[in-house]
């Protein structure tokens, strides 16, 4: 459906959802309500996933096998310990595109952004720079620092970000690659995000990739915002790394273990990494030998055993993604964007403009609002009316309709509730 099938009215919204062949995975979730019982409008997923029903019996079955077995739950619970990540393995390679050797549920996203840099990020003198977007989280420009300094680099000389042109939110595909060609003899780590955070822009990761492997620069992902929400092919595209949270559109809970990808290539890669007992051979992790032999693939860079209670968490969502299907799910998330662009666009003015991209495919499950004057004041009234955003300083209100759980009427309602907000 296009946007220009789309029309204004509410009884619109209501048959959209009644066609919805997803409509009904919104009742898996547990939907915060007001003091009356009425629902929120929660288009929030970009911070933190709404709770799965199932998790409460997922986790509790673990509670209740540590409680029965004691450390034998690690070979005779229900789903035992020893083996448990293993579980998620092919769920979340379905996810990001990957094989099962190319994944791992481990650690928290910084984390194992650290532990990536330790074993790909290799400067030396000539090639020593690294390549963000300009805009990049916060997060990933602390680790990204920090890395350059503990290697004894100058962020202010070995930092490059990719900026957009002049009046721009967004970076052209071209900006980015010509970035690359230019200055890739002195970049020894290009680092995106698949899908920037506060503009909701989505990467075109093949190309970043084949335009940093071509200069002969390294290529990882920062999919915190990515993984659950675009279709991704990490192991057809190529890059080396790529790690992402869990808590946002995975679902897994607040905090809950992050995620990591290692390409194939380097399954049995004598890169220098710190080590832990869990990434040891887990044929002879337990002979307790003195040297440590890394398991082949994503696992050799784990350090230490998982939270069983997380992975648990993070388990129910997956077999609700596994049911639901990562494209069939990308499809509708591209509808209601565009829906939502459709019903902004009716109410244009000049108190707002949408800084986005409006190419369906050049975005996640997200519309940035830019708001001049006030902002934070139409965020927080709509808030107090049960309906949740994000508004991140100075003028940026980020709005997600998430496919598994919300609805056409989700964002009709939004749109109405926004556009009377507006001072």
Known sequence: MSALEFNTSKEFAHELDARDPLASYRQRFL?????????????????LGLQPKATCQYVNEELEDWARYAVEAHFRGRHPWMPYHHFL?????????????????????????????????????????ILIERGAFPSDQYAIKSQLRFHGFDPAT?????????????????????????????????????????????????????????????????LAHAAGNVSLRLHDWGPDFAVWCTYKYLNGGPGSIAGCFVHERHRTSDLPRFAGWWGHNDQVRFKMGPNFEPTPGAEGW???????????????????????????????????????????QERRSNKFFQITPTDPERRGAQISIRIPKNGKTVCDALAKGGIIADWREPDIFRVAPVPLYNSYADVFRFVQSFASSLP
């Open 158 to 222: 070995s930092l490059l970000e990719a900026t957009p042109r002049a009046g721009g939110s967004c970076l052209r595909q071209e900006e980015i690659e010509n970035l690359i060609e230019r200055e890739g003899d002195s970049i020894a780590l290009v680092l995106f995000g698949g899908v920037n955070y506060a503009t909701g822009q989505a990467f075109d990761l093949q190309r970043i990739t084949r335009a940093g492997h071509n200069k002969g620069c390294i290529v990882g992902f920062d």
């Open 31 to 47: 939907i915060p309500k007001d003091s009356s019982g009425k629902e929120w409008t929660y288009l929030c997923g970009h911070s």
């Open 302 to 344: 784990q350090i230490s055993n998982p939270s069983i209670l997380a992975l648990a968490a993070l388990r129910a969502s997956l077999d609700i993604f596994h049911e639901a299907g990562m494209d069939r799910l990308r499809e509708k998330s591209v509808q209601l964007t565009s829906y939502l662009e459709f019903l902004l």
């Open 89 to 129: 393995t092919e769920q979340l390679a379905g996810i990001v595109g990957a094989s099962n050797e190319e994944v791992v549920a481990m650690n928290s996203l910084t984390v194992n952004l650290h532990l990536m840099m330790v074993s790909f990020y290799r400067p030396t003198r000539q090639r020593h720079k």
